[in-house]
């Protein structure tokens, strides 16, 4: 997944975001944000076991397999990984203010 991936990926969330019509009670609009977080999660991971997969090829000397894949495929799983730390701290925060609030 590059970059270009995500930014993309995130704008039609956004515009999915604004087309979607306020639910009554709330709870579909918090299960999407559930799947959408857990598909996030589960994309992350997938960057992660494919790097380490490609790691593990290319130290066993496999020829289908370069250096310079091995880097990138690591080097996105750490970006995808910082950032999945970011909006995880950024819960995090927003959870602290809500509790913060006089009832």
């Known amino acids: 997944m590059n970059i270009g991936g995500i930014q993309g990926d995130m704008q039609a969330m956004m515009l999915e975001a604004a087309n979607t019509k306020p639910a009554a009670t709330g709870h579909s609009v918090s299960s999407e944000f559930g799947d959408m977080l857990a598909k996030a999660i589960q994309n992350v991971n997938g960057l ?5 997969d490609l790691q593990t090829r290319f130290d ?4 289908n397999v ?3 894949d091995v880097m990138i495929a690591r080097n996105k799983s750490s970006v ?3 950032a999945t730390i970011q909006v995880r701290n950024k819960l995090v925060e927003a959870y602290k203010e809500l509790m913060n609030m006089p009832v």
């Open 48 to 52: 992660q076991k494919t790097s380490g």
């Open 60 to 63: 066993r000397g496999d020829e």
């Open 66 to 68: 370069s250096l310079s």
């Open 80 to 82: 995808a990984f910082e």
